[in-house]
């Protein structure tokens, strides 16, 4: 009889331990299996900012009345924003 509790956590205990998975691979793996073709330029280049500073409202300059209830609902409804806004 006190084999059973026994032989019951040898076979938990193998069944367990052949469920173990791999490590995952190296982000230098991953990159080489799924863009094995892509050469990224030594240094990044961007055009400078703009020389004037961007105008307020300037999402309605596109005259399109959903486009304003969208950018409205977005402000409204967005928590990452409410969050970065609230009194901490």
Known sequence: MAR????????????IGGCALESPPKPDEIRQQSLPNLTLPQAWAARAGLSTPVADA???????????????????????????????
């Open 4 to 15: 059973r509790p026994a032989l019951a956590i040898l076979v938990t205990s193998l069944a």
């Open 58 to 88: 300037w999402i309605h300059s596109f005259n399109d009345p959903a486009l304003d209830g969208f950018v409205t609902e977005a402000l409204l409804y967005n928590a990452d924003l409410m969050v970065a806004t609230s009194d901490q």
